[in-house]
């Protein structure tokens, strides 16, 4: 077996490893499989990973840096993937993402909202948008995520920006808090959330270590990074 092949062997069975989990929590709670989305959150991982992930049938890949993300898209162009850019995005940055992201999980203020718009009105795409949260009341400001009081706001400019979808919401769970109890709270925002923006239905919540909790509280989206890819250096 040449080094290609083991690494594509390795690939399938970790996404076999993740299949069986999101259908056995699904199981657990009745949920369709085919509700969930699992984005493969390729960071710190070469384009060739990209490539192997394709060919076993990913379509769905998620970056966190403008830099690398931009580089793996040109060098995967030809791959037909969806790409979501799942990091903190700096608005100066925002326009640049917008020419190739297709969903971006980490807009958390209205000037990002108004500067992807720009980028994505500029080059004639539709991006779709989930709006992160920090449920992290200890969390200093700027490490990612709205708070909830500015939510309704942040929702309002999504839904009315040209070129953007506003599809849902976002959030990691707090290190120190149980992830069941942190995705049970952004359920309940997802709620409150749709019976105003009715289209809005997605919920980006999950990785590696709690895509069981975020499905039993209706994750649509899991961004799974490690349990496929394998473990990363932490600059990651
Ligand atoms: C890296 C990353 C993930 C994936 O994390 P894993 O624990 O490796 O599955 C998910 N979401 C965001 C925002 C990330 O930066």
Redesign the pocket.
């Known amino acids: 077996m040449t080094q290609d092949e083991g690494r594509a062997h390795e690939l399938a069975r970790r996404l076999r490893d993740v299949d069986e989990r999101v259908r056995a929590a699904c199981a657990r709670v009745g949920r369709d499989p085919e509700e969930v989305t699992v984005v493969v ?1 390729t ?1 710190t991982r070469p384009p060739h990973d990209v490539r192997l992930l394709a060919a076993l049938g990913v379509r769905d890949v ?1 970056e ?1 840096r403008h830099q690398e993300a931009v580089e793996k898209h040109a060098a995967c162009a030809d791959l037909g993937l969806r790409w979501h850019f ?2 903190q995005l700096q608005t100066k940055k925002a326009r640049a993402v917008a020419k190739y992201a297709d969903a971006v999980h ?1 807009v958390d203020r209205g000037r990002l909202v108004a500067a992807l718009s720009h980028g994505a009105v500029a080059a004639a795409r539709d991006i779709d948008v989930f709006l992160q949260i920090n449920l992290d009341p200890d969390a200093p400001p700027g490490r990612g995520g709205a708070q909830l009081a500015d939510l309704p706001a942040l929702a309002d400019a999504a839904e009315a920006a040209d070129g953007l979808h506003l599809r849902g919401v976002m959030a ?1 769970a707090p290190r120190e808090e149980d992830p069941a109890r942190a995705f049970a709270r952004l359920a309940s925002i997802s709620a409150r959330l749709v019976s105003t923006h009715p289209a809005a239905t997605g919920v980006s919540a999950g ?3 709690d895509l069981e909790q975020a499905i039993e509280h209706g994750a649509t989206h899991l ?5 496929i890819l394998g473990a990363r250096d932490l600059s ?1």
């Open positions: 959150v960071k998620g966190n799942v990091g980490s990691v990785m590696s270590g961004r799974i990074g490690g349990a990651g």
